[in-house]
């Protein structure tokens, strides 16, 4: 289970150095990213404050995997030791499934640029970590 975690923890850490990137005003890949309408305009423009708290949130995740694994010895919460990663698990498949306009594998808009990224990319590698996650859960 060491390697799922440290799969995990990577992934999640890779995640969060792009949001940090884009927080500190890196434009790289910033243009596919965001959820467009079928006429390319942003569905929505995280600001810089959403930006850092996506990226803080990803590291703690992170770092929770590394807790849950035992490579970190810091003690959590009772309710997240016991359902914390069931939590994130849950938050990845419904990132997946998405809200069935914009995001995940049942949107209506898949010709944007987002869309076919998001058909390619983003909903299978949370649809990964969730897998991995529950793994964990598991095994836990």
């Known amino acids: ?27 790289w890949g910033k243009n596919v990213v965001i959820p467009t309408s079928a006429e390319n305009s942003k569905v929505f423009s995280p600001g810089l404050l959403l930006t850092f708290i996506v990226a803080f949130g990803l590291l703690i995740v992170g770092a929770f995997i590394l807790v849950k694994a035992k490579f970190l010895n810091v003690s959590i919460p009772y309710f997240l030791d016991k359902s914390g990663l069931w939590i994130i698990a849950f938050l990845f498949i419904a ?29 299978p590698l949370c649809m990964v ?9 598991l095994r836990g």
Not at 3 to 16: T, W
Not at 129 to 137: E, V
Request: no cysteine; glycine share 10%; hydrophobic share 50%.
């Open 1 to 27: 289970m060491a390697a799922v975690s440290l799969i995990l923890f990577l992934i999640f850490l890779f995640l969060s150095a792009i949001h940090f990137y884009w927080g500190f005003g890196g434009k």
């Open 95 to 123: 990132r997946a499934i998405g809200e069935f306009k914009y995001l995940g594998f049942f949107k209506k808009i898949r010709s944007t640029k987002f869309g076919q990224n998001d058909t390619k990319y983003y909903s």
């Open 129 to 137: 970590i969730a897998g991995l996650t529950i793994i964990l859960a």
